[in-house]
């Protein structure tokens, strides 16, 4: 299958093809190691 987008900015293009394919979904943020960061930076400024 292919797909052919014309548009005068790739933004568009972008836009169009995402819209065409489907759009992920934001992940949770345990899933980006939000805790760890967080504790991080609170360990970091406490030094």
């Known amino acids: 299958m292919n797909y ?3 548009s005068s ?3 568009s293009i972008i836009d169009r093809y ?3 394919t489907g759009r992920m979904e934001l992940p949770p ?3 980006l190691d939000f805790s ?3 504790i991080a930076i609170i ?3 406490k030094s």
Do not use: K, R
């Open 4 to 6: 052919y987008i014309f």
């Open 43 to 45: 360990l970091t400024l």
């Open 18 to 20: 995402t819209w065409l």
């Open 9 to 11: 900015s790739v933004a």
């Open 29 to 31: 943020l345990w899933s």
């Open 36 to 38: 760890n960061a967080a």
